[in-house]
């Protein structure tokens, strides 16, 4: 008897749970980190059951409850967006060195400068990465352990939320790309599209970035990015 009881209290908890999740999300700006919930809901919760059962609760909803990477944020049914969508709040295009350059550093990431242009086969213009950087979707992530030690780049959570992906295994591949137009006749038959890794998973070769990093090689912070 004793074995089955906190089975029974967890399924009447459930709905208060998820009622605590709900409001959490909710009231926060950005998307929510699953280790925040983890310290607001009571202890030992199942934070993942708890956030799946609200996830399928809105699922049918004209708000849905949204995962990218482990962060949680409502957003708007991808079927109802055009009702709310607004001429002056569009996001201005990006070039095409803006695309390539921010493909590149989704799908090869950690990336360095110089790889991208190795890549590209052309310079990468300062200009190109502080629009990525200024629209939060790149960030500088860590240090190659390598002569002159260069800095990596990577995506963000911001990155994964505008593009409606969980996780970088949900960008496309090679035959998808192809099939949606967006790889043009110029691009060399070779050309093989890696799987990305996880959002924060660092490579063997690369040390993870600090504050002190940035200081010595004259970058500010990614949110108020330029690099030299």
């Known amino acids: 008897m004793s074995d089955e009881a906190p089975i029974e209290i967890a399924m009447m908890d459930m709905p208060e749970l998820m009622r605590i999740a709900e409001a959490l999300v909710f009231a926060s700006a950005e998307p929510v980190s699953e280790a925040f919930l983890a310290d607001r809901l009571p202890h030992g919760t199942n934070v993942s059951e708890v956030m799946a059962r609200l996830m399928e609760f809105y699922a049918p909803r004209g708000v849905n409850l949204v ?3 482990d962060r949680w944020a409502f957003r708007t049914a991808a079927d109802l967006s055009f ?7 569009e996001v201005k295009k990006l ?3 803006a695309l ?11 990336v360095t ?33 390598s002569p002159g030690r260069p800095v990596t780049l990577g995506t963000t959570v911001e ?9 970088l295994r949900d960008l496309p591949g090679l035959e998808e790309l192809k099939g949606a137009g967006l790889l043009s006749g110029r691009i060399p038959p070779s050309l093989s599209i890696p799987l990305p890794g996880t959002e924060d998973e660092l490579a063997e070769d690369e040390d993870p970035i600090t504050q002190m ?5 004259g970058l500010l912070a990614p949110s108020g990015g330029a690099e030299n």
């Not at 009702?83 to 709040?89: E, F, S, T």
Request: aromatic fraction near 8%; charged fraction near 35%; proline fraction near 1%.
């Open 100 to 110: 390539e350059v921010l493909a590149i550093i989704a799908y090869h990431q950690p």
């Open 83 to 89: 009702v709310i969508r607004k001429d002056d709040n």
């Open 95 to 97: 070039s095409r060195a």
């Open 213 to 217: 990093d940035l200081a010595e090689l």
């Open 113 to 145: 400068r110089a790889e991208i242009e190795d890549i590209r086969g052309v310079q990468t213009s300062r200009g190109t990465l502080d629009v990525l950087m200024e629209a939060g979707w790149v960030r500088f992530r860590g240090r190659r352990r």
């Open 67 to 69: 995962r990218m990477a």
């Open 159 to 167: 990155f994964l939320d505008h593009f409606g992906l969980e996780e």
